[in-house]
């Protein structure tokens, strides 16, 4: 009996699941957001196997030239001679070994190049990173937003429910007329329809974080939550842009392509030198003018003679190029300070509107409302002052949570100007 209750139990509360589309997953913070990200983005992991590959090209460079083996063998008699055949009597065999020795230090020097290349592509990754994970930050803060503003309808239609309320027991007792009670239920109208669209607004952007996630969970089991508030304390914007140049990875990308530069040329200009070629080699039965010189040693130093000089276009090409890497570095640096300074003067810009929000407009608006709603419901204000005071507090609030918004996203521009989170 127990069992069978056990198993009804069981039933019931799967029926309730699939009822409310499944179980609501927790709601993901920030950090877990991009946690998924990093792990599931495709861009950032064919990144990875990029860097693997550089990490892979790194051993090739640093390879040796392999030896050289021949076994060649001579004297051989083909046909008789003066009726004497035979064949072997003054064959020679020869093993010979022959080495290219590399001089000028060119094997470190491709594996400085290519070390070079490596620390690019690793920069190269990072600074995809940032620019995903910008759009990425953008779309949560987005969430956030359309979360907030939904709370606000609910909590602006709660609170006029209770005023229609009032007001029904109001007309029950003759206080206000048919046309105020209908004027004030035909306003609820709005209420519902900020409620409705604030859902959907919700929805849309819970999709697009779902989109970038690459995550196909229900929209109505997916929810993400943070603080969504904004902080007054800002860094001196030098220390900032000393972060910037630091940390951003496109300037260290930049810089890198100058080293490297540098490796090419001096790569080049070792390239103009020569590489000998050392030999040696064992001969069995030669016929050499000793009669005696049964097997014999030998020996030999290939040198190419570089009459023309066949390199000094690749010396001037590598030297254009360091200049060319240099001066796209200063226009890098250029872009940094371009871009700390333009995010910083947004956020200071969005805090200067914030912070009356903050320490006036949003009670005064709460005592205007609460205030002039008294006064209506005892009679002493208009039924127009009453939706004049409602008008104004929905409107403040809203203008909060998107200067809010619009703070989170500037805090976010300035963090992809810098290279790393600088303001949460």
């Not at 910083?344 to 320490?359: C, E, G, I, N, R």
Request: some cysteine.
């Amino acid at each position: 009996m127990k069992g069978l209750l056990s198993r009804l139990c069981v039933g019931l509360l799967a029926a309730v699941v699939l009822a409310e589309g499944g179980f609501a997953q927790r709601p993901l913070t920030w950090q877990e957001v991009r946690q998924r990200f990093e792990a599931a983005n495709p861009a950032l992991r064919a990144g990875q196997i990029g860097i693997d590959e550089s990490k892979a090209q790194e051993i090739t460079a640093f390879l040796r030239p392999n030896p050289n083996f021949t076994l060649s063998t001579d004297g051989t008699q083909l046909v008789r001679y003066q009726g004497v055949w035979q064949p072997l009597a003054g064959t020679q065999l020869s093993t010979s070994f022959s080495y290219l020795h590399e001089r000028q230090r060119k094997r470190e020097l491709r594996l400085e190049s290519a070390q070079k290349a490596t620390g690019i592509a690793t920069s190269a990754q990072v600074d995809l990173e940032r620019n995903l994970v910008f759009g990425l930050r953008i779309a949560f803060v987005q969430a956030l937003q359309e979360k907030a503003i939904l709370g606000l309808a609910k909590e602006n239609l709660t609170y006029y429910d209770h005023v229609l309320d009032v007001n029904r027991e109001r007309f029950k007792a003759g206080a206000i007329s048919r046309m105020d009670l209908d004027r004030l239920e035909l306003q609820r109208l709005q209420y519902e329809s900020d409620l409705q669209v604030a859902d959907e607004s919700l929805e849309t952007a819970k999709i697009q974080l779902l989109m970038l996630l690459n995550d196909r969970t229900p929209v109505n089991q997916f929810d993400v939550a943070g603080p969504f508030d904004f902080s007054r304390q800002i860094a001196p914007l030098q220390e900032v842009r000393e972060e910037a140049l630091d940390a951003r990875p496109d300037l260290r990308a930049a810089l890198l392509a100058i080293e490297k530069a540098k490796a090419d040329h001096r790569l080049a200009v070792a390239a103009g030198s020569t590489d000998p070629t050392l030999s040696a080699w064992y001969s069995y039965n030669p016929s050499f003018n000793n009669p005696n010189d049964h097997q014999t040693l030998g020996a030999s130093i290939s040198i190419p003679l570089r009459i023309f000089d066949r390199n000094q276009g690749e010396k001037l090409r590598t030297q254009l190029d360091v200049d060319r890497n240099a001066k796209l570095a200063e226009a890098t640096r250029a872009q940094v300070f371009s871009d700390v300074d333009s995010a910083y003067a947004t956020v200071t810009s969005t805090l200067t509107l914030l912070q009356p929000y903050k320490d006036k407009y949003l009670e005064q608006a709460s005592r205007v409302r609460d205030t002039i709603a008294f006064s209506y419901e005892h009679g002493a204000m208009s039924l127009l002052d009453f939706l004049n005071a409602q008008a104004e507090y929905r409107s403040v609030q809203v203008n909060y949570l998107n200067l809010v918004a619009s703070y989170l996203s500037a805090a976010n521009q300035l963090n992809l100007a810098v290279g790393r989170e600088v303001l949460q």
